[in-house]
């Protein structure tokens, strides 16, 4: 993953957490019903998630109570506008974003001394079957700080009056509570601790609850897409629902995605693109073998790229080349099928969001096309990164250099 630190493509904007700030930290991950951390010094992410914490508890969504109830951290105003590296949801973000347009100016004054527990409640305290998902309506985003701090500034307010009656200014023992008070958690009486709950509205989204659920239910009729095979058998089986029901590999599925104008492609738009030139060059990379250039070179280099097309076998040349082979023969007769010449996996990662659908649909279906078939690096990063740097620490070092090289260029 160095090549991709060096480049910052790999969680460059987390923010770094020591000292006191480790300690409210640990707060809310007691409150929150969690073990506290042991490390020294770590990092978060826009919604409190630490890389680090994550490695040390050998468990990647440690703010979950289950799949059913994540929660955030927040610490710092430094965490508004930062990326949230693993959110469980697509929608994620938003609620992050959302929280901080409504109660930026409270947050910048509560985390000063303090740190805050969110709790995303969308009413459901466990699920049970896959397609409990379905329940996902909107989400009431909870605030909790720590230390009991709105107890202790009722605490601090009523020591206040008693000292302001009769001749209470001369109580050594009052005028000691109230230093205390003050010492341990400041003076907190003209503070605004105030963060009322939170309704969070959601549409279509990804959770990677059973397994990865993409649940699509702002068009002709709800759609659900499992990325796990066990999981979409057992959904397969629940009738109280009336869904569309597919596993992300079923052929079937991109047949509705387009009946359903969720998705499109045109073959000869696409071939004119940066993305289709992506697209190729790596489909081109999982057939080279043995070879006496830098993979970078050959995929650059349009020389190189066609000594080693030629040096493909013939079926690997075949399918790099799918698309303007039928295209070529689409140029003298209309008989010629998308299916009989151009590989199937190579033409579902050619189709797009249907022009159609809004910026937030068009993410979710992305993200969906990326899953189904993986082969633009550009695309993969935005869009799966945690898939991605699994795969990249396998890859050939200097496809590495070219994948770091073509992410960069296109940020």
Known sequence: MDKLKQSNL????????????????????????????KLNTFHI??????PEVAKEKEELYYLNNGEANPHGIIISPLQKGKPVYLPFHTFDRDMMKFVFKIHDQKIKDITRDCAICLDFDQGIDAFYEPLDVLKYDKVTINFHLIDNLKNVQKEQLKLVET????????DETLHQQILESAKSYGDLRTRNLDLHELQFATDSFYTRAFGGVYVLRDFIKPIVVFEDETWHKEAIKDTNYDVLIYHIEQPELMNKLRDHVIIEYDLEKVMTTKRYERIKKFEMAQHLKNVKHPVKDILND??????????LDINARKKVMSVERYLEKLETSNQYKIADI???????????????????????????????????????????KEAFYTNFKNWDDSFKDWVVETISNNI
């Open 10 to 37: 790999y969680r460059s904007e987390l923010i770094p957490v020591s000292g006191k700030l480790i300690e409210r930290y640990n707060k809310c991950l007691v409150k929150l019903g969690f073990s506290e951390t």
């Open 45 to 50: 992410d826009g919604m409190g998630w630490s």
């Open 163 to 170: 000292f302001k009656r009769g001749n209470n200014f001369i």
């Open 302 to 311: 349009p020389i190189l790229f066609k000594s080693y097309l030629n040096k």
């Open 342 to 384: 151009v590989d199937e996996k190579l033409f579902e990662a050619l189709h797009k969001p249907h022009s159609s659908l809004d910026a937030k649909h068009q993410d979710l279906i992305w993200k969906l096309l990326v899953n189904i078939s993986p082969k633009d690096i550009l695309f993969w990063y935005w869009y799966d």
